[in-house]
């Protein structure tokens, strides 16, 4: 009986520990959890515009539906036009839903008209107009009004509007694993900073650079 006992034992204890390292080993696996390497590295998948050499790199999480999102707009495009050259500009995706219900849709409007090479556009219109479309109860009907009006393939953007949800989902991801809880927030060069104090902040990295940043002015691209 003793015997037996012992075998039981560590029988379970053996499948325990087997448990237990099942258990851990997606935890040291980012793939696993949709999490990235670097979270502020910027790729070809991101939406960007000004030089890849740019002394600066503006990265901002925003939601189409923020009221504050839509009001740093002007902010943001006169910051682009004073260091054109110098300042390359990314907008990613952090919807929220919690508060904004239209927003995510927003967001894969955007992704679909970026497959048609129009992310820019749409982003502009959707904040343009996002009085207009916060409130609506038939939100994509808007949208496809908006694609429309872009001249997008219209079947395209119904086609890559249902699979753009990954790409604002991995946004968001990315945003979390930086502790992004609110919209907009800012990265300038890999550092959270205010939107009061972007302006001095870009200058200052700008007036410290070793001055050999090419100004081969203004480029867009993204996903």
């Not at 034992?9 to 520990?17: E, K, S």
């Not at 002007?74 to 952090?94: A, I, N, T």
């Not at 939100?139 to 429309?148: I, K, P, Q, S």
Request: hydrophobic share 35%.
């Amino acid at each position: 009986m003793g015997k037996t006992f012992w075998i039981l034992l560590v029988g379970v204890v053996a499948i325990l520990v087997g448990a237990f390292l099942l258990v851990r080993e997606p935890s040291d696996n980012s793939t696993a959890s949709g999490a990235v390497d670097n979270p502020l590295e910027v790729t070809e998948e991101d939406h960007t515009k000004g030089p890849e050499d740019a002394p600066v790199t503006l990265i901002e999480y925003g939601d189409f539906q923020c009221p504050h999102c839509a009001s740093a707009e002007p902010e943001l495009k006169q910051l682009r036009q004073d260091f054109q050259g110098e300042l390359r500009f990314v907008y990613r995706h952090f919807p929220l839903t919690g508060t904004h219900p239209n927003a995510r849709a927003a967001a894969k409007a955007s992704e679909a008209a970026a497959r048609q090479d129009d992310f820019w556009a749409m982003h502009d219109l959707l904040f343009a107009r996002q009085q207009e479309w916060s409130s609506s109860r038939n939100v994509r009907e808007t949208f496809l009004g908006y694609a429309e009006q872009l001249g997008l393939d219209m079947k395209q953007y119904e086609k890559d509007f249902e699979a753009a949800g990954s790409d604002v989902d991995h946004d968001r991801r990315t945003g979390e694993q930086l502790d992004v809880g609110s919209t907009p927030t800012f990265f300038v060069n890999g550092e959270k900073v205010t939107q009061n104090n972007l302006r001095e902040r870009i200058q200052s990295i700008i007036e410290n650079s070793s001055g050999n940043s090419d100004s081969s002015g203004d480029t867009s691209s993204g996903r």
